[in-house]
């Protein structure tokens, strides 16, 4: 028996609207709008070719419900892209619940509170995560040790940019697949200010990446534009946005930060590597000592693998035997504990 809410899901993953989904299966825009809505029941060959329109694996249209969620965009984007990123985000978050009764993660510690000044909100929770002036280690490993649950977004759903979002409590951060390391890094500092309801993101995650106190004590005033990729390096940001920063703390005049951001843009500088999930390579890794593979674990999701591929940084390839044994400890350190 189809579920109307699987198959409003799937078509939105697809970004089909029902007028295209119906001429693909070979059916009415009435017939979808029906089936959607609950009004009537498809015939099974109806059904399958409704599944295989929209590609989703037998069964994926007859499954329980997926969880709704809100997510409230900060990039420009068509709705059907909107749409397709939420569709991966639900996804996403059912995946998550087919974890959460498998492991046991660490319990989310994000504070919620409207404060005024995000310099201020930033300081907060850094003092509350214990790096109060220090460059923060990856952004992901530490959103991930305070409960937050990260996940890539698909690449075909780039173009709704990053965004955050609670379901049942717990804290989500969906980030451009296509982002640089730099601005991913950014984007997710920005998610985070965005989930603790502080009205400026952007100047959130710039005061949580470049503390105050920590860039005044190590940044020498007037600092050229050598010193400022090197100090970038140590804070782990984009170099132009160590010059903003510092030219908002006074430590760059207007006339020498537009000198040091000239230059700057002559020159590839940024970081090498895109930081990525530690939670979720870790699981990946117990799933595989115990014999569960990803193409598993995508069956009994009623996921295809690819899917599920895009919504894990690609891990799902380093999980397969033979590849990714290589990864280095990484802090902060994340303990797993299969249930």
């Not at 009415?28 to 409704?50: C, F, K, M, V, W």
């Not at 600092?223 to 760059?252: F, I, M, N």
Request: charged share 20%.
């Amino acid at each position: 028996m189809l579920t109307p809410s699987r198959l409003v899901l799937a078509r939105t993953r697809r970004g089909l609207t029902a007028v295209e989904l119906a001429r693909k299966s070979g059916t009415s825009p009435a017939s979808i709008g029906d089936y959607e809505h609950g009004r009537r029941q498809p015939r099974p060959a109806t059904t399958a070719r409704l599944t295989q329109a929209l590609g989703v694996p037998p069964g994926f249209l007859e499954a329980d419900d997926v969880p709704e969620v809100e997510v409230a965009f900060s990039r420009p984007a068509a709705k059907r892209h909107r749409d397709a990123a939420t569709a991966a985000a639900r996804l996403a978050i059912g995946f998550d619940g087919w974890l959460t009764r498998a492991f046991t993660f660490p319990e989310p510690d994000v504070p919620t509170w409207e404060h005024p000044d995000p310099e201020t909100a930033a300081e907060v929770v850094r003092a509350r995560w214990g790096i109060p002036h220090r460059p923060a280690p990856n952004m992901i490993h530490l959103l991930e040790a305070h409960g937050v649950r990260v996940f890539s977004l698909p690449p075909d759903c780039a173009a709704a940019g990053p965004f955050s979002c609670r379901h049942a409590g717990t804290p989500y951060v969906f980030l451009d697949p296509t982002a640089s390391p730099d601005q991913a890094r950014f984007d997710a500092a920005r998610e985070l200010g965005r989930l603790t309801g502080n009205a400026d993101a952007q100047t959130f995650a710039t005061a949580f990446l470049l503390p105050r106190a920590g860039v005044l004590a190590a940044v020498p005033r007037g600092a050229l534009t050598q010193q400022v990729v090197a100090h970038s390096t140590t804070w782990h940001v984009a170099p132009p946005t160590l010059a903003h920063r510092l030219r908002d703390l006074g430590l760059l005049t207007r006339a020498q930060h537009s000198t040091v951001c000239a230059q700057l843009a002559r020159r590839t500088t940024g970081m090498a590597r895109r930081e990525t999930s530690q939670l979720l390579t870790k699981v990946f890794r117990a799933l595989r000592a115990q014999g569960t593979t990803p193409h598993g674990v995508a069956r009994e999701l009623l996921l295809d693998v690819e899917e599920l591929n895009g919504l894990v940084f690609g891990l799902v390839l380093t999980a397969l035997p033979g590849r990714g044994g290589t990864d280095r400890p990484a802090r902060p350190n994340l303990t797993l504990v299969r249930r």
